[in-house]
């Protein structure tokens, strides 16, 4: 699995109509190809009188497991459009459908591909992308009498404070990025004087919103 990759931040749709014909673009974080087949196959249904319904997506997170279709237009002018537009802005475990009511004017295979690819292109354009970041969470341990140091350590922190539990003492379940963990640790470790304990819990991937 790479160390990080961008990818889609929620379920975007946008439409268009060129030609005279009807183009409904739905662009979906998907994580495997049994989701993507499912996303397609949920798009399809809702528009069972479509013209078309081509496709593309990258399911993995290192940007090989791939596929598209043009699902009936003439070969070429949808599904890898579609594809290099994705690829295009380096999105994996990303999928795109575009739904086609066709409006009696033909595009020719020049129209089509510029019809499709831009249609992906401003259906990603208006979509939340995050970065998937590999994540250390950890519990870190203090006496009361630290509490409040350690949520103004928090506080100037770039980390996501998960949850406070307060018992005997206060734990607080915190997450940072991975390559930051040693130094992380060891700022917190200096800032409270060495008064906290540090466990480590689990590692995972977690999506921090990219700026555009």
Same mark, same amino acid.
């Given at each position: &699995? /790479?160390?990080?990759?961008?990818?889609?931040?929620?379920?975007?749709?946008?439409?268009?109509?060129?030609?005279?014909?009807?183009?409904?673009?739905?662009?979906?974080?998907?994580?495997?190809?049994?989701?993507?087949?499912?996303?397609? !196959?949920?798009?399809?249904?809702?528009?069972?009188? #479509? !013209?078309?319904? +081509?496709?593309?997506?990258? +399911?993995?997170? =290192?940007?090989?497991?791939?596929?598209?279709?043009?699902?009936?237009?003439?070969?070429?002018? /949808?599904? &890898?459009?579609?594809?290099?537009?994705?690829?295009?802005?380096?999105?994996?475990? #990303? #999928?795109? %459908?575009?739904?086609?009511?066709?409006?009696?004017?033909?595009?020719?295979?020049?129209?089509?591909?510029?019809?499709?690819?831009?249609?992906?292109?401003?259906?990603?354009?208006?979509?939340?992308?995050?970065?998937?970041?590999?994540? /250390?969470?950890? =519990?870190?341990? %203090?006496?009361?009498?630290?509490?409040?140091?350690?949520?103004?350590?928090?506080?100037?922190?770039? +980390?996501?404070?998960?949850?406070?539990?307060?018992?005997?003492?206060?734990?607080?379940?915190?997450?940072?990025? /991975?390559?930051?963990?040693?130094?992380?640790?060891?700022?917190?470790?200096?800032?409270?004087?060495?008064?906290?304990?540090?466990?480590?819990?689990?590692?995972?991937?977690?999506?921090?919103?990219?700026?555009?």
């Amino acid at each position: &699995m /790479a160390d990080k990759y961008l990818s889609l931040g929620g379920e975007t749709v946008t439409q268009k109509v060129i030609e005279k014909s009807k183009f409904i673009t739905v662009s979906r974080r998907v994580s495997g190809e049994d989701e993507a087949k499912a996303f397609i !196959t949920e798009i399809s249904k809702k528009h069972p009188d #479509a !013209t078309h319904n +081509c496709y593309a997506y990258v +399911c993995d997170s =290192l940007g090989n497991l791939l596929r598209f279709s043009d699902d009936g237009e003439p070969q070429g002018t /949808a599904g &890898m459009p579609m594809l290099d537009v994705l690829r295009a802005n380096k999105l994996c475990e #990303a #999928a795109v %459908v575009v739904t086609r009511y066709f409006g009696g004017v033909k595009l020719g295979a020049g129209g089509l591909v510029r019809a499709y690819s831009g249609c992906v292109a401003e259906n990603i354009a208006a979509a939340p992308i995050v970065l998937y970041e590999n994540c /250390a969470e950890s =519990l870190y341990t %203090v006496d009361y009498s630290e509490t409040d140091a350690a949520m103004r350590f928090f506080g100037g922190k770039e +980390c996501d404070l998960i949850e406070t539990d307060y018992s005997d003492r206060v734990g607080f379940k915190v997450a940072v990025k /991975a390559v930051d963990e040693q130094d992380f640790n060891g700022a917190i470790l200096d800032f409270l004087n060495g008064k906290v304990q540090i466990k480590k819990l689990r590692e995972y991937y977690f999506p921090f919103p990219v700026k555009k």
